[in-house]
């Protein structure tokens, strides 16, 4: 079956402009999670959706950054008023109880702010 | 805060050398451990899982990494590399067992295979 998809797969904006991110998860999970990668380091948790549960954001690294999850579907990350300390891949991974909660990865959003 | 570290950040090997990536970690409770590869252009994929039972657990291609709970261990070994291993690995850390939780996840270390 299809895997967890990520869009755009690079996306180049300024500073200071507002970028959208967009996560389609396996079908079926009901966990999704945000996930950054600085060059030349791990990854780096942003936040997860569990269900109709509370998100948890405490991996948010400031007010810029929020994300929205409709049912157990799509999700996106918004990224406010870039800055060019938020280049980084992000990746989104998803999860269902069926597999003991193993995260499946997506490819990955290469975000470049000039 | 839970932390993994992963203290080789950059091996180089021959072919047919032996293997073996530390990590460790820091959470005293119930843990699912896993290590993922990252291949040049590719994305991130699981490599192996441990959640309970053997602590020896084996993955793909040939991978194997042991959970030592007491020394909160979970390094990963091959015995024999080969040119196609060359790859950024990470190990990774969850919380509880089975649950929808956060991975944490170490800095990485790239493998370099030469011929």
């Known amino acids: 079956g299809a895997g967890v998809s990520q869009s755009p797969s690079n996306k180049v904006t300024e500073k200071g402009k507002d970028v959208e991110l967009r996560c389609d998860p396996i079908s079926g ?51 406010q008023r870039t800055q060019q300390e938020d ?12 597999s003991n909660n193993e995260q499946f990865f997506g490819p990955g959003t290469r975000l470049t702010v000039l | 805060a839970q932390s ?3 203290h080789n950040h950059h091996v180089i090997l021959s072919e047919a050398a032996s293997l073996e990536l530390g990590c460790n970690y820091s959470y005293g409770g119930t843990v699912n451990l896993f290590w993922y590869v990252q291949y040049p ?14 602590p020896l657990v084996k993955g793909i291609k040939g991978f194997e990494a042991e959970f030592i709970k007491s020394k909160f261990s979970f390094n990963l070994r091959k015995p024999s590399v080969q040119w ?32």
Do not use: M
């Open chain 1, 29 to 79: 999970h009901t966990a999704l999670y945000w996930y950054r990668q600085r060059l030349g380091q791990g990854l780096e948790f942003l936040i997860y959706f569990q269900g109709n549960s509370a998100p948890d954001k405490s991996g948010l690294p400031s007010d810029r950054f929020s994300a929205e999850r409709t049912g157990e579907s799509v999700s996106t990350l918004t990224i």
């Open chain 2, 4 to 6: 993994v570290s992963q």
């Open chain 2, 41 to 54: 252009g590719q994305h991130l994929q699981l490599l192996l899982k441990y959640f309970s039972g053997d």
């Open chain 1, 87 to 98: 280049s980084a891949v992000y990746l989104c991974a998803s999860s269902t109880p069926q």
């Open chain 2, 84 to 115: 196609s291993d060359t790859a950024e690995y990470f190990c990774a850390v969850k919380r509880g067992a089975g649950t929808a939780s956060k991975l944490t996840f170490g800095t990485g270390t790239r493998l370099q295979v030469t011929l």
